[in-house]
C-alpha cells in the first residue's frame, strides 16, 4: 500500500480556509478547482474494492480508517481518454450529497485564493446545460484558466442513491463475513 494519507483537513485548517480557497488539480493537463472547505482529505489511490452493476465510472469502495468511501474516475466520469495511474494520481476525498466521496484525479497542483472577481462564467456557445450544473464558472489568474466544480453536482441524485445502494450492500457483507467469524471462532 502506497503512503495512505497525505493531507487531511485538519492540516489544511491550521491556516483558515477562506470561501475563495481552491484545490486545483489537474486531469487531462487541465486545471480543475474545487472549494477547499469541501476537501476532507488528500490520499494516494488505496485498495479499491470492485462493486458490481455499478456505471463505469466508479472505481469502487475504499474502507478509510473503518468508513466506506466511494470512489468515482474523474477521467471516466467526464469521459476523458483514460490513463494508468501513477505516482502522481491522487484520490480527493470530499463529502458529496452527505456522503464521503473520493475523485481520482491525475494530480493536486495546490491551494489558491481565486476572488470573486477573477470567476467568469462559461462563454454561452462552451456551456450547456449539462456542464451549467456542476460548472460554477472559470478562474483566471495570470495566463491560468482554472474550471471551478461544484463537488455536489459531480454526480446526480439518482446515482449518489446507486452508490449508496452498493455502500449498503457491502457493508452488510462485512458485518456477515465479522457475525460468521465470530461465530467460528466462538
Known amino acids: 500500500m ?19 480557497q481552491y484545490l486545483v488539480f489537474t486531469s487531462k493537463s487541465q486545471e480543475f478547482g474545487i472549494r477547499a472547505m469541501r476537501v476532507h482529505e488528500i490520499s494516494a489511490p488505496l485498495g479499491i474494492t470492485k462493486i458490481p452493476n455499478t456505471p463505469p465510472y466508479i472505481e469502487g469502495i475504499v474502507n478509510l480508517r473503518g468508513r466506506l468511501v466511494s470512489v468515482l474516475n474523474f477521467r471516466k466520469r467526464f469521459r476523458f481518454e483514460q490513463k494508468e495511474h501513477d505516482e502522481d494520481t491522487r484520490v480527493v476525498i470530499v463529502e458529496c450529497g452527505g ?20 470567476v467568469q462564467k462559461l462563454p454561452e456557445g462552451v456551456a450547456t446545460t449539462v456542464s451549467q450544473e456542476y460548472i460554477t464558472g472559470v478562474g ?36 456477515a463475513k465479522k457475525t460468521e467469524t465470530g461465530r467460528d471462532e466462538g
Not at 495570470?142 to 471551478?148: G, S
Open 99 to 118: 456522503y464521503p466521496t473520493g475523485i481520482i484525479v491525475d494530480s493536486v497542483e495546490e491551494v489558491i485564493r481565486i476572488p470573486d472577481e477573477k
Open 140 to 175: 483566471m489568474l495570470d495566463n491560468r484558466l482554472i474550471v471551478l466544480l461544484d463537488v455536489d453536482k459531480v454526480l446526480t441524485k439518482e446515482e449518489l442513491s446507486e452508490l449508496e445502494a452498493a455502500r449498503q450492500v457491502t457493508e452488510n457483507v462485512q458485518l
Open 2 to 20: 502506497v503512503n495512505e494519507i497525505t493531507v487531511t483537513k485538519e492540516d489544511m485548517e491550521t491556516e483558515e480556509i477562506e470561501k475563495d
